[in-house]
């Protein structure tokens, strides 16, 4: 009965690498964001898709692209993999209703570039 | 865009006692005002939030007040307990439309004393 789920939980690779993370919600939600959280906690929106359609691209590097296949899903690929990607990673989704919806956050994704 | 100031970094507290944690926003326009929890290892949890309608709101032994004229909101624990230790983030959204992300504050470090 899991409600938002990545996968995988631990992903490590090496520099210059190409890799993804994917993320299913089961809630029905119509809005997913990706986060980043790095070395000290600090959480910050990377993306987010309502209906298939990007709503806001914080200042995050190109080689980063969300892709969302339907509603229930949003894939982040990354491309070029560096040092300073290295992170945990959050999906989360909500209903894309005005004046501020509830997000509810998977359980994260340990990205460790070497 | 929306900053969000959060204190203290790190509280510690005698279990049964309360403890606070203080933010600020920066946009007059956010709206939403949701507070998290993480524990190690897992992904933020919503454990109370608050509109820009209501001034205070209580949920059992956690109560959120907001001051939109002084931009400040807070969370309130009260008779603390061991499971409370965890790290607990501040957020701030809405003024861009319904599928706004968080603007989070860095996170405060709760440790409850035996």
């Known amino acids: 009965d899991t409600a938002v789920s990545q996968t995988p939980k631990y992903l490590v690779t090496q520099m210059g690498n190409d890799k993804s993370i994917k993320c299913e919600q089961n809630?029905?939600?119509?809005?997913m964001y990706w986060y980043k959280q790095d070395s000290k906690k600090f959480l910050k929106i990377m993306f987010s898709?309502?209906?298939?359609?990007?709503?806001i691209n914080e200042t995050v590097p190109n080689r980063f692209s969300p892709k969302s296949p339907d509603k229930a899903h949003l894939n982040l690929h990354i491309n070029s993999l560096e040092l300073g990607d290295s992170a945990v990673y959050f999906c989360?989704?909500?209903?894309?209703?005005?004046?501020?919806?509830?997000?509810?956050f998977g359980p994260g994704t340990r990205l460790t570039v070497l | 865009g929306e900053n969000v100031e959060q204190h203290p970094s790190t509280l510690s507290v005698q279990e049964g006692d309360s403890a606070v944690i203080k933010c600020t926003y920066s946009?007059?326009?956010?709206?939403?005002f949701p507070w998290y929890k993480q524990e190690l290892g897992k992904g933020p949890q919503l454990i109370i939030d608050?509109?820009?309608?209501?001034g205070e709101k209580k949920d059992q032994r956690i109560a959120v007040t907001l001051n939109k004229t002084a931009k400040h909101f807070s969370l309130h624990i009260t008779e603390t307990q061991p499971e409370d230790s965890a790290v607990y983030f501040c957020?701030?959204?809405?003024?861009?439309?319904?599928?706004?992300?968080?603007?989070f504050g860095k996170g405060t470090h709760l440790i409850i004393q035996p």
């Open positions: 989360a989704s909500s209903h894309g209703l005005a004046g501020g919806p509830t997000q509810y």
């Open positions: 608050i509109r820009s309608n209501v």
């Open positions: 809630l029905g939600h119509d809005t």
């Open positions: 898709y309502n209906n298939k359609e990007l709503i």
């Open positions: 946009d007059s326009a956010s709206n939403y």
């Open positions: 957020a701030a959204s809405g003024s861009g439309g319904g599928a706004d992300g968080l603007t």
